[in-house]
């Protein structure tokens, strides 16, 4: 079992910037891959943004350029930064963790919450 705990939502102004923290029970070392996804009511839970424990990240097209994913190995933590932060960026953001890569051993936190309005 791993444990993911997502902290750093909240409420901004458009334009404004968060930082999202996933932080790990288990060493981030040992974890093929932590993504970030996030799901608005209504809509499917969508990746925004991904890194490997080789340290390749990976974003979707609409986080690039404005978000950033990094991690903390000694603190088995991930961030999410996020900048310029839109209203249609509302949602809760969730941490997933893929052990293997394959899919076989997936693990979610529960969530923390991004409103964006003016």
């Known amino acids: 079992q791993v444990q993911l705990v997502e902290s750093g939502g909240g409420s901004v102004q458009p334009g404004g910037s968060l930082r999202l923290s996933c932080a790990s029970s288990r060493g981030i070392f040992s974890i093929y891959a932590v993504g970030w996804y996030r799901q608005a009511p209504g809509n499917e839970r969508e990746l925004v943004a991904s890194?490997?424990?080789?340290?390749?990240?990976f974003y979707k097209d609409f986080a690039k350029g404005r978000f950033t994913v990094s991690r903390d190995m000694t603190e088995n933590t991930v961030y999410l930064q996020m900048d310029d932060l839109k209203p249609e960026d509302t949602a809760r953001y969730y941490c997933?963790?893929?052990?293997?890569?394959?899919?076989?051993?997936?693990?979610w936190g529960q969530g923390t919450q991004v409103f964006v309005s003016p």
């Open positions: 997933n963790a893929d052990i293997t890569g394959w899919g076989q051993e997936v693990y």
């Open positions: 890194i490997t424990r080789e340290g390749t990240t």
